[in-house]
């Protein structure tokens, strides 16, 4: 079921009237896709953030209210300010709710690795997420890639993550995606003997050099 968005219409253009609608906590935006004139809108910040705190995240199936009008759409691009981190402006993309898109999921570890584990390794992932194609309302929300049985020189790639009905990724099937660390150092060698050693070999400062020794008188 699609999140419902509430946006208006009609607003000014320029860089001027962006910054006075950042700073009344209103974001500027435009609705674009195919077929569709792009369409400017404003949408209130706290409306934003609601809409996208579900688990789906940026990736939420939204309702746009356009006026009268009403647009199935996801967020395509979020622009933030580069010191404050607010978000200044935003593109919204028109989809099809039967159609394929093509969206990027986050990837979630579950399990632990005891094999990895008890020989010092660490499970770690290579990428944090997979282009998938699917239809709106088969999207997940995130992919899940169970590390429980790997071992030490294991490795996952895209075409062994198990994905949910109606989704295939995008992608080189080769891809790694897991991948196990090695964390254990070897321990340093004992060099006590060798400094002994070393010592041993260095003449006495006090001693002269068998070269200077003075003839008897």
């Known amino acids: 079921m699609a999140t419902i968005l509430q946006t208006k219409i009609g607003r000014k253009i320029g860089s001027a009237e962006s910054r006075r609608l950042v700073a009344t906590d209103h974001i500027p935006g435009v609705?674009?896709?195919?077929?569709?004139?792009?369409?400017k809108v404003t949408v209130e910040r706290r409306d934003l953030r609601v809409?996208?705190?579900?688990?789906?995240?940026?990736?939420?199936?939204?309702?746009?209210?356009?006026?009268?009008?009403?647009?199935?759409a996801i967020v395509k691009?979020?622009?933030?300010?580069p010191v404050k981190r607010v978000v200044r402006h935003i593109d919204f993309m028109q989809i099809s709710l039967t159609e394929l898109i093509t969206m990027d999921i986050p990837v979630h570890l579950t399990g632990t690795a005891k094999a990895v584990l008890s020989?010092?390794?660490?499970?770690?992932a290579t990428v944090n997420t997979i282009q998938i194609r699917a239809t709106a309302a088969n999207i997940p929300n995130e992919i899940l890639i169970d590390v429980t049985a790997m071992g030490m020189q294991d490795v996952i790639r895209l075409s062994d993550v198990v994905l949910p009905n109606g989704v295939s990724a995008v992608g080189d099937p080769d891809l790694v995606v897991v991948t196990v660390l090695e964390t254990k150092t070897e321990e340093a060698a004992p060099v006590v003997a060798a400094a002994a050693e070393g010592a041993a070999a260095t003449p006495d400062a006090g001693a002269a050099p068998a070269g200077d020794a003075k003839p008897s008188a």
């Open 51 to 72: 809409a996208l705190a579900g688990p789906a995240g940026v990736n939420t199936i939204l309702e746009l209210q356009v006026g009268d009008a009403k647009y199935p």
């Open 31 to 39: 609705i674009y896709g195919h077929g569709m004139v792009p369409v």
């Open 119 to 124: 020989e010092g390794g660490l499970v770690d």
């Open 77 to 81: 691009e979020l622009q933030r300010d």
